[in-house]
């Protein structure tokens, strides 16, 4: 089934241990779709400007990606630059342009607006009421936040978490948003603002599923050598979403299974910079790691 994503398009200047990039590919709804357009299709909505490489963007047209929804305005594309320590796990942030992402209003094609399932990425939460007021025919929404807006826009943000139906966040941003230190505490205070499915990523210590009355814990696919991790919570989400999109209904265990793909799909796109490894991505090597993940995870108990 048809997959909207509505989130940023940019261009990024990344260094880490391994080297560095300049205004390569970057963006959620990028990585997302990246992902995603392996398992299905997918539409964009998002902004660029007048400098963006359209040309960067062929290989995901090759697999059938919609960027009807991609508008291109007078002006910059938006950039950011970030520099990542020796271990990966902290990142700094040397700048943000905003340029024209900073007045992005999102307005779908109409061919959009009937898709069952939608991903609001990290985007103004006033703008994720807006795309959902848009929408005529959604089964399945999932949306993506972040501190800036837990912080700075609350009522906002709560207004929206009434109408999804799932969140993806990460730990620190559970616990922020809920007010609880204790991850399953902050878990469920989440789930009480009205998504009755959060998932919570952990990096490289994977990701946690709450739905129903079941928890489901996902490690993280063990890469030996991490190039880049930018992207890859947007990576996550795309496997995710690309996964239910496709089984074309939302359970127990297809939830289960699309936190897999999200979780293999983002450990290859650590192993380089900006999507080049997702560029050159299979589904055949989707599935030889998702066996692999399944492998590491089975055990029996001793009778």
């Given at each position: 089934?048809?997959?909207?994503?509505?989130?940023?398009?940019?261009?990024d200047?990344?260094?880490?241990p391994?080297g560095?990039v300049?205004?390569?590919?970057?963006g959620?709804a990028?990585?997302?779709?990246?992902?995603?357009?392996?398992?299905?299709?997918?539409s964009v909505?998002?902004?660029v400007?007048?400098?963006?490489?359209?040309?960067?963007i062929?290989?995901l047209?090759?697999?059938?990606?919609?960027?009807r929804?991609?508008?291109?305005?007078?002006?910059?594309?938006?950039?950011?630059g970030g520099?990542?320590?020796?271990?990966l796990?902290?990142?700094?942030?040397?700048?943000?342009h905003?340029?024209?992402?900073?007045?992005?209003?999102p307005?779908?094609?109409?061919a959009?607006r009937?898709?069952?399932?939608l991903f609001?990425?990290?985007i103004?939460?006033?703008?994720?009421?807006?795309v959902?007021?848009?929408?005529r025919?959604?089964?399945?929404?999932?949306?993506?936040?972040?501190?800036?807006?837990i912080?700075?826009t609350?009522?906002?943000?709560?207004?929206v978490?009434?109408?999804?139906?799932?969140?993806?966040?990460?730990?620190?941003?559970?616990?922020?948003?809920?007010g609880?230190?204790?991850l399953?505490?902050a878990?469920?205070?989440t789930?009480?603002?009205?998504?009755?499915t959060?998932?919570?990523k952990k990096?490289?210590?994977?990701?946690?599923?709450?739905h129903?009355?079941s928890?489901f814990?996902?490690?993280?696919?063990?890469?030996e050598?991490?190039?880049?991790p930018t992207?890859?919570?947007?990576t996550?989400?795309?496997?995710?979403?690309g996964?239910?999109?496709?089984?074309?209904?939302?359970?127990?265990?297809?939830?289960?299974r699309?936190?897999m793909?999200?979780?293999?799909?983002?450990?290859?796109?650590?192993?380089?910079?900006?999507?080049?490894r997702?560029?050159?991505?299979?589904l055949?090597?989707?599935?030889e790691?998702?066996?692999?993940?399944?492998?590491?995870?089975?055990f029996?108990?001793e009778?």
């Open positions: 089934m048809s997959l909207v994503v509505v989130g940023s398009v940019a261009l200047t990344v260094t880490t391994a560095k300049e205004d390569a590919l970057g959620s990028l990585y997302f779709a990246a992902a995603a357009s392996l398992l299905g299709p997918v909505v998002a902004v400007g007048e400098d963006f490489p359209e040309e960067e062929e290989f047209k090759e697999r059938g990606v919609d960027f929804g991609l508008e291109k305005r007078p002006g910059k594309t938006f950039r950011w520099v990542y320590s020796e271990d796990n902290q990142r700094e942030t040397l700048f943000t905003l340029n024209v992402f900073e007045d992005f209003s307005s779908l094609p109409d959009y009937d898709a069952p399932f609001l990425a990290n103004h939460p006033r703008l994720q009421s807006q959902l007021d848009q929408m025919r959604l089964r399945f929404v999932a949306m993506d936040t972040m501190n800036f807006w912080e700075g609350p009522d906002e943000l709560a207004a978490l009434k109408r999804v139906q799932m969140l993806v966040i990460n730990d620190s941003e559970a616990r922020q948003l809920s609880e230190s204790q399953l505490k878990v469920r205070a789930r009480e603002k009205g998504p009755q959060v998932v919570v990096g490289e210590h994977g990701a946690l599923l709450a129903g009355d928890l814990w996902a490690p993280a696919y063990p890469v050598n991490v190039v880049d992207g890859a919570g947007d996550f989400a795309g496997g995710m979403m996964y239910l999109a496709r089984a074309g209904e939302v359970t127990e265990a297809t939830l289960r699309a936190v793909y999200g979780t293999a799909l983002a450990s290859f796109c650590v192993e380089d910079f900006s999507m080049r997702l560029k050159t991505l299979t055949e090597e989707v599935a790691r998702l066996r692999a993940l399944q492998e590491m995870t089975r029996d108990l009778e």
